[in-house]
C-alpha cells in the first residue's frame, strides 16, 4: 500500500509552490496544457498526487522534468491553484531527492545558507590571492587550472552520482529490470533534447514560447561553446585573434540573452517570468556577471590594462567559483541536465512499453 507524507505538502511550499491545495480536480489544467494526452492527465495527476501527499510516486515520476511552463494551466486555473508553480517547485524538490550531498535541499530552501555560503568564497577568493601571494600571470594559471579541475570533479563527484540516482528512481524501481539495448537505442533523445530542447516546442505555439526556444538555444549554444574557448582554448591566455573574437562575441551574446531574462523576471512577463524562486534569480544574475566580468577581463588584457586593475580578474574569479561550487552542482543549472537526461529515461521506459 502507498505510503502517504502527510507533510509533503509543506515540504514543497519550501520549495516554492503556490496555492496548489485549492485545486478541486476539475482538469482545466490538463484540457488547456498542449502536452497532455488520452492516456496521460497532465499536469493534473502530479497536482493530484502532490495534494494527497503521494510523495514515492512523485520521487518516481519524470513528468515534472517534462513540463516547459508555458503558464496556460496557471493561467486558465479557475481556483488560482498555480499548476505551473506546482510544477516547477517539483522539480527543484526532485533535484534535492537526488542530489547525494543533500545540499540542493538545503540552498532551495533557505536563501540564507545560499547567501551566506556566496559571501564565504567572496571572501575566500582574495585572501588565498593574499595569502599565497603569486605574480598575476601565476595566479591567471592557477584560474585556469581552477576551471578545469571544478568541472571534472563537480561532474565526477557530484552531478554523475546524481545522475545514477535519478536513473534509479525513474528507470530501475519504475521496471526492476535493465534492458542495455532500450539504453543505447534511446540515447538520441537525450543529445537532442539537451542542445535543442525541442520538446518545448510542443507547447502552446505563440510568440512567447518561440523567442523563449530561440533565446535558451543561443544562450546553451554561447555557454557551451564559451566553456570550450575559456577552459580548452584558454582564452586569457592565447594570442589567437580568431579565438579572442570568438570569446568576445560569445560573452555578449550571454549578458544580452541574460539580460533580457533579468528584465522580463523583473517586468513579471509572459507567465513563466511571473514568480520567480531566489534560486532563478541567482542563475539568470550569476550567468550575466559570468559573460559581463569574462568580457571586461579579456578587454583589459588586450588593452593592457590588467595589470594595474588586477582586483577585475579576482571579481571574475569569485563569480566564476560561485557558479561553479554553488549554482552547478546544486542549483538551476541542475534543470539543464537533469530535464535532458528525463528526456533520455522517458525514451527509456516507452521502449520497454513497446
Known sequence: MPTIDLKFGKKLKKYGAIDFNACYNCGTCTAVCSLSTEQESFPRDMVRMSVLGKSLEVNLSLKPWLCYYCGECTTNCPQEAKPGELMMSLRRYLTSVYDWTKLSGVFYRNLAAYIIVFVLIAIAVPVVYAVTEPGQEQWMHYGHLFEMFAIAGVFAIILLPNIIR??????????????????????????????????????????????WWLEHLALVAGYLLLLFVTVFLDWFGTESSAIVYLGYILCAVI????????????????????YSHPSDWFF???????????????????????????????????????WALIIVPFGKWTHFLYRSFAMYFENILGAREK
Open 284 to 322: 539568470v544574475i550569476w550567468l550575466f556577471l559570468m559573460g559581463i566580468t569574462a568580457f571586461i577581463v579579456r578587454l583589459f588584457i588586450d588593452l593592457q590594462l590588467l595589470g594595474d586593475n588586477f582586483w577585475l580578474y579576482q571579481l571574475h574569479m569569485i563569480v566564476l567559483s560561485q
Open 166 to 211: 535519478m536513473w534509479y528512481f525513474s528507470v530501475w524501481m519504475n521496471t526492476k529490470k535493465f534492458s542495455l539495448k532500450h539504453h543505447i537505442t534511446s540515447m538520441d533523445a537525450l543529445f537532442v533534447h539537451m542542445f535543442t530542447q525541442k520538446r518545448s516546442l510542443s507547447c502552446e505555439a505563440n510568440v512567447h514560447n518561440r523567442i
Open 255 to 274: 549578458f544580452i540573452i541574460t539580460f533580457h531574462f533579468i528584465l522580463k523576471r523583473i517586468i513579471k512577463s509572459p507567465e513563466k517570468s511571473t
